[in-house]
């Protein structure tokens, strides 16, 4: 996985073998921040990535800028392999956290600008991560979900959804917070 913009433009950063993670590609996440490139300044941003991994989409939003990053998984390695590299790239703007995504949310008292959240597609209850994130108003105003899924997963009924895209097999649903 690769950098694409911001303060470690193509820096490519390599992962232990050893971590069970499915990575965003870098077509996905080239096509994802080109769309959030259109709706927020990203040195003005607050953000969480749930189901973190491998910190590839962390990383992308602290190399840009962003105010700050909290990376969350319940997986030692993932955790400890974000924090060195956050470390390595001095990134005093990521924070990662070892977690169940599901449990922090429910103990997240800020809200923020974006959720970025992309479980295992087989996990069960995916579903309830919209539920959760508008009952709990999770999301600052104009503030967005994102989640990444399998063609299982359709959110479009939600009445928060914006929009959704595809990139061959992965799948981006947006949701928004429009209160004000």
Known sequence: MRIIAG???????????TLPVRPTTDLGKESLFNILNNYF????????????????????????????VTSVDEFPGCVDFIKKTA????????????ADA?????????????????PPYNME?????PEIVFERNLLKPDGWLIIEHS?????????????????????FT???NMTE
Request: proline share 3%; no cysteine; glycine share 6%.
């Open 125 to 129: 209850g995916i579903e309830r991560l």
């Open 87 to 98: 470390a390595q790239l001095q990134y005093n703007n990521l924070t990662a956290i070892k």
């Open 151 to 171: 063609k299982v997963h359709d959110f479009s009924q939600h009445p928060n959804f914006y929009q959704h895209r595809k990139y061959g097999k992965l799948n």
């Open 41 to 68: 300044f990203f040195d003005a941003v607050t953000v969480i990535d749930l189901f973190a991994g491998t910190g590839n989409i962390s990383l992308e939003f602290a190399s840009r800028g962003a105010v700050s």
């Open 7 to 17: 303060k470690n433009k193509g820096r490519k950063i390599v992962a232990p073998a």
């Open 174 to 176: 947006f949701l928004v």
């Open 102 to 118: 599901f449990q922090y949310l429910e103990h997240l008292r800020q809200p923020v600008d974006i959720i970025f959240a992309d």
